[in-house]
């Protein structure tokens, strides 16, 4: 579980200040997770468990509703025009998350093989509540930020991608893979293919350009390519409607190669990186899309630095480039 100095990242410091009205300000929080923040939240499968489950759930586990009072809270700031309100909601957000993440690592520590069918999914609805709110905690990255200190800007960048891959595991070890599990339907088996591709620039090209480029040793070329293809069916516009739950999970199905090309400096993983981060910011996700502006922005800058590897560096880039901005609007 990421574990953050939440008074340093929100700005309000956890001691000596109280919130104006912290009952109607908790029951406001509250409201507004199940009549609009969960209808914010991953695609129409996700949203559905949002809404219909994990209210329910949280009435049993306080550690889901802490979490959804924190999520619910970072949503409201971010919506209030009025700065008494945000420092307000901010200071709910900060406690929240506190108990929950307390609360959750000691209902992880009671789990095992024999644990309950709706505490396993409870569990799991933990991690997905961390996922979500991770990515909305830390939205601003330095432009610079990989160019000043590569790894440390690797770990940021990352973290999210490695709780969701923590998932499957959690899942296997709680035995959660049921049909009774209230996850099932967020949970797709396979990438669906996409239909007949008519976008323009075609993202297949894209990724055709990026494998081509073989900057590395072969076992690092071989996991751009087994990346490429996992990318490739949700890089269409139509896979934004078509299979959202495959673009969210993306990053935690793909951490470990990932990681591993990240760790060899594989521009092209860069690139692949960029390529999600489009669909992923197309989906109009308030909790991920400043995130992923903002990763963007300094990989472009990071990869712009860098001395072209081979001859067809530069076309590459400039169509990656190209592509990208063809779909996000850095100025919006």
């Not at 009072?69 to 901010?90: D, K, P, Q, V």
């Not at 999210?160 to 899942?171: K, M, Q």
């Amino acid at each position: 579980m990421v574990q953050l100095d939440l008074g340093k990242l929100l700005g309000a410091s956890l001691q000596g200040r109280t919130a104006q009205n912290p009952g109607s300000d908790a029951v406001h929080a509250l409201q507004h997770f199940r009549n609009v923040t969960s209808k914010t939240l991953g695609g129409k499968a996700m949203q559905d468990v949002m809404y219909e489950y994990v209210p329910l759930s949280a009435w049993q586990q306080p550690f889901i509703m802490h979490m959804i009072m924190a999520l619910s809270s970072a949503h409201l700031r971010r919506l209030s025009n009025e700065s008494h309100r945000g420092t307000s909601y901010a200071l709910l957000e900060a406690v929240h998350w506190q108990h929950g993440l307390e609360n959750y690592r000691a209902a992880l520590s009671t789990a095992g093989e024999a644990t309950p069918q709706g505490f396993g999914d409870a569990l799991v609805t933990g991690t997905l509540l961390s996922i979500f709110y991770t990515n909305c905690l830390v939205e601003n990255m330095s432009q610079d930020a990989f160019i000043i200190d590569y790894d440390a800007a690797v770990d940021a960048m990352t973290a999210p991608f490695a709780v969701s891959y923590g998932i499957r595991a959690l899942r296997m070890a709680l035995g959660t893979f049921t049909p009774s599990s209230a996850l099932n339907s967020i949970f797709p088996q396979r990438c669906r293919s996409s239909p007949e591709n008519t976008d323009v620039p075609d993202p297949s090209v894209v990724l055709e350009k990026i494998c081509r480029l073989e900057t590395g040793s072969e076992d690092v070329n071989s996991l751009v390519k087994k990346v490429s293809d996992r990318l490739a069916p949700m890089m269409p516009f139509s896979a934004i409607d078509d299979q959202p739950e495959n673009i969210l999970s993306f990053g935690g199905i793909v951490y470990p190669d990932m990681r591993l090309l990240l760790e060899r400096r594989s521009p092209e993983a860069m690139m692949l990186l960029l390529c999600w981060f489009t669909s992923l910011a197309r989906m109009n996700q308030w909790w991920a899309k400043a995130r992923m502006k903002a990763q963007s922005k300094a990989i472009r800058r990071y990869l712009s630095t860098l001395v072209p590897p081979t001859t067809s560096w530069s076309g590459c880039l400039a169509t990656v480039f190209e592509f990208i901005d063809s779909r996000i609007n850095f100025d919006e």
